[in-house]
């Protein structure tokens, strides 16, 4: 059977529409991985010309105060404090898992846009997930991680990336892509 042109059409104007909504979302994305990029190094800038950076290591997790980390039965817990004022870029989570805001109030932008979450809250972080963090009032922010490491340097290796290309990340919203199979398959 020869294939056409016309053979291939399903309605055009939703496959236009998915595929324009797909390839937006994945423009977005890296446009959002490229910003994060920029306003990292500008953050480090602005930390070391304002004699701020001293207390990077701290808020980043390398000393206790500011974050606490508990181990229980093939779990790791971690629990961060973060003033009021502060702006955080988390690293890049490799896993899934759920995250607990006991205190406070914070803006969170993603590659999903920006919401305000106040304490009480709780939620899912997805593989992939990395954030911008604005402090309004002090948060408390808990994270629960399924690992049988026992060191925080080792549970830091499973489920933190490096980057964006060391893993493959099974959340991408494939939505559209369905569609479109869907829309093939009945087509037959």
């Not at 004022?85 to 993603?110: Q, W």
């Not at 990395?130 to 925080?152: A, G, N, Q």
């Amino acid at each position: 059977m020869e294939i056409t042109s016309s053979a291939l059409k399903i309605n055009e104007d939703i496959v236009q529409k998915d595929i324009s909504k797909f390839l937006s979302d994945k423009e977005n994305k890296l446009k959002f991985r490229k910003k994060v990029k920029e306003f990292e190094a500008a953050l480090n800038d602005f930390s070391t010309e304002t004699g701020q950076d001293e207390n990077l290591p701290a808020i980043q997790g390398y000393e206790e105060g500011y974050v606490t980390h508990d181990f229980a039965d093939g779990q790791y817990i971690r629990a961060i404090t973060m003033p009021e004022g502060l702006v955080v870029s988390t690293k890049i989570h490799a896993k899934n898992h759920p995250f607990f805001v006991m205190k406070g109030k914070c803006s969170v932008y993603t590659e999903n846009g920006m919401e305000t979450i106040e304490a009480p809250y709780h939620g899912i972080t997805y593989s992939g997930t990395k954030r911008l963090l604005y402090i309004h009032e002090e948060c408390v922010w808990i994270t629960v991680h399924r690992t049988d490491k026992l060191s925080v340097e080792e549970v830091e290796e499973e489920v933190i990336a490096k980057n964006f290309d060391e893993k493959e990340f099974l959340t991408i919203d494939t939505k559209q892509i369905d569609n479109l199979i869907k829309q093939l398959r009945n087509k037959q």
